[in-house]
């Protein structure tokens, strides 16, 4: 069943079942109308035979005529008994002790009492008179008030079915207004493939539940493309990268195993070979460590991650590391809340990134200084990382970030392109920005901002 189906059912069944309560509460309060009304009815009834056979010698014959007029309107299997101080039936014709002397006691005792038998209403008065100390009870079957309750009951069954009716349909028009947004993503998500994931759903400009689906969605979509990337840069690259080596030594000891060669001729082939294998080996080293951080990428958890104390961490890293580079923090600016320091992210991947961030910068400086500073407040966190180095041409700027790309004057360097590729794919995981600036033979600027999570 459809999920609009599902909502208009349930807000019918919820509005039936609401509108049964208050059937059955109309229901009860007529019946207990009729009830009242009919004991009513019943007491009239009584109070019509005293007057007719207790008081007949004390009224008007207008007056008596008039009450024998009342009399005859009988009600339904009505039955009234006279009794006198000694219990017994007087007065009217069938003189059958029809209540018990138990009920009429009851009466003496409570001087008016109502009860039912059955189906049938029975009301009981205590009346004295100047005759002696009369109990007069009556009793009939209400049968009008039993055909009016079935007719509300028939009133009642028709309104429920055309009110349900009417519930459902009006229900499912509002559901089916209240999922359009859902039909429009579902009409999106089905253009959507493995070679289409740059495609986006629209979130629309709301705060509910189904923007907050369309955004979760595309969060997800853009790491799945992310991943891809990562996994076709790894497939394309690898073969390019590794082909060309491998096919560099084959060719020169083949061209070695030609001819017999002089020592040092051997020493210069060797020499040659173990260039290009070194060559390979690091080449091999970057694809495991691209494959690494695909792993790592796909299957990360991310957490609050406190910045200052990565960047404190980092700076020790490299001060421990061989030729002790220095890494100088300087730190701009702090929030007044602690809390504001902690961005969304993994910690082992956020390391890897910066690393390979300030570990170029050390390469293409000649280990100079590299200063690294913090600015942060309640809206933004900022890394600004500052070399002295040779600078990228701005032909290259735009393709820093390509895998395995290099530009024309940092290839004198050792490296194969891949840090940078890493690092930007790790920091737009975590939501986050970066951003160069660069002057040849002054020096490089990367500024990497992230959105704090508290």
Partial sequence: MKIKNRLALNFTLLSSALLLVIMGIMYLAFADFFRTDFYGHLKDRAKVAAQLYLEADEISSDSLNHVRERMLEKLPDEVIRVYNAHNIASFIKDREQYWSINTIEQVRNKKTISFREGERQTIGIYYPDNQGNF???????????????????????????????F?????????????????????????????SLHLRVDEGKGKDEISALAINFNR??????????????FVANASHELRTPVTSIIGEIEVALHKQRSSAEYEQLLNSVLFEAERLGETIGSLMELAQTDMEYTRAMLEPVQIDEQIWEIQHHWAMSPGHPQLQVQIDHLPEEQQALFINANKTLLKIALNNIIGNAFKFSGNKPVICRLYADERSVVITIVDKGIGIPVDDREKIFTPFYRSANGRVFDGNGVGLYVAYKIIQLFNGAITMNSVINQGTTFTISFVPIF
Avoid at 136 to 162: C, F, T
Wanted: charged share 15%; proline share 1%; with cysteine.
């Fill in 135 to 165: 109990v007069i009870l009556a009793s009939a079957y209400d049968q009008q008030a039993k055909i009016r309750l079935s007719g509300i009951i028939r009133i009642m069954i028709i309104i429920l079915i055309v009110v349900n009716c």
């Fill in 167 to 195: 519930l459902f349909f009006i229900g499912r028009w509002f559901a089916e207004r209240s999922l359009l947004p859902i039909d429009g993503v579902i009409r999106q998500m089905k253009l959507m493939n493995a070679s």
């Fill in 220 to 233: 997800l979509l853009s790491h799945l493309q992310n991943s891809f990337e990562l996994q076709q840069t």
